[in-house]
């Protein structure tokens, strides 16, 4: 074979040839260190998201301490400042072991949040079925949710940007602990001596997006009724969105409102007051008792 060496008419050509290749080397060297780190991001991300993935096996049902039976309570809604949004009651009536609850909250806008909950006790708590309606210019997105605990079918009917009515219909593998529209009434039954409780909940951002969410207790404070002076335990529930979605959310830097709940405990334990969204990306709002007008 003949010889390949490149021939250059004088010392600046081979100057300027040398000049090239190392341009060249040097472009490819720093191509490739960055294609390796995006290699590495990508990996470091899918090995997060794997981890977070949520695990629908887990659940941690809350045992029944106290049996559910008949209510009838009547509750005020309103804004962190105090100004009066809603009027609203709970009534709930039980047969058996399967028990039937109905909130609803009638704003003075003319919006209407309605909740209603069937699920059993039957030595811990299991929702079976709930059905959430939000509608009125007090919701950003009117909303009307239907979830069958028992076939796993979740039904979202919603209004878009534009006012076109839309519906979401899809099954999920849903956890035993699911406590869509039982919030208030696990609370009641939580140990607060346990530091941490978990339990799941449906979210529908309209899509239905299955997470987790934690119950941490906070801690006993006093408050009064007229003259009786009483102590609640003051609980904070957090979000938390497993999988890619909340590891997108917390990189973000974008969490869901945290709900703060007081519940009165005893022999006897009942509601006191909540502050929290009312749905995704909501305001903060009260739930406390109201008290009887005079006749």
Request: proline fraction near 5%.
């Amino acid at each position: 074979m003949g010889d390949t060496t490149p021939i250059y008419g004088d010392d600046a050509e081979m100057n300027a040839a040398m000049g090239e290749a190392r341009r060249a080397r040097h472009g490819l060297r720093v191509e490739l260190q960055r294609l390796g780190a995006r290699s590495t991001l990508i990996a470091i991300l899918l090995a997060c998201a794997a981890m977070l993935q949520p695990n629908a096996l887990f659940a941690e049902m809350i045992p029944v301490r106290h049996t559910e039976g008949l209510i009838h309570g009547f509750l005020l809604v309103l804004t962190f400042k105090g100004k009066a949004l809603a009027d609203g009651q709970m009534t709930q009536d039980a047969h058996g072991d399967h028990v039937s609850n109905h909130l609803i909250f009638r704003f003075k806008d003319g919006s209407i949040y309605e909740d209603t909950t069937v699920f059993s006790q039957r030595g811990t708590f299991r929702l079976l079925s709930d059905h959430l309606i939000l509608k009125g210019p007090s919701f950003k997105q009117p909303m009307d949710t239907l979830i069958d605990a028992s076939t796993g079918q979740v039904k979202v009917r919603y209004t878009d940007d534009r006012g076109k009515e839309k519906v979401i219909a899809q099954r999920m593998e849903l956890p035993p602990d699911l406590a869509n529209g039982l919030l208030f009434t696990l609370m009641k039954d939580v140990n607060p001596s346990v530091p941490r409780t978990t339990v799941s909940m449906v979210a529908t951002t309209p899509k239905p997006l299955l997470v987790k969410l934690a119950i941490l207790p906070q801690g006993k404070e006093p408050f009064t009724i007229g003259s009786f002076r009483h102590e609640a335990m003051h609980y904070v529930v957090k979000a938390e969105i497993g999988g890619v979605t909340g590891f997108l959310v917390r990189l973000m830097g974008k969490q869901l409102a945290d709900t703060h709940i007081w519940v009165l405990g005893g022999e006897a334990p009942a509601f006191v007051k909540a502050e929290g969204p009312f749905y995704a990306g909501g305001p903060i709002w009260r739930i406390q008792l109201a008290s009887a007008g005079l006749f």
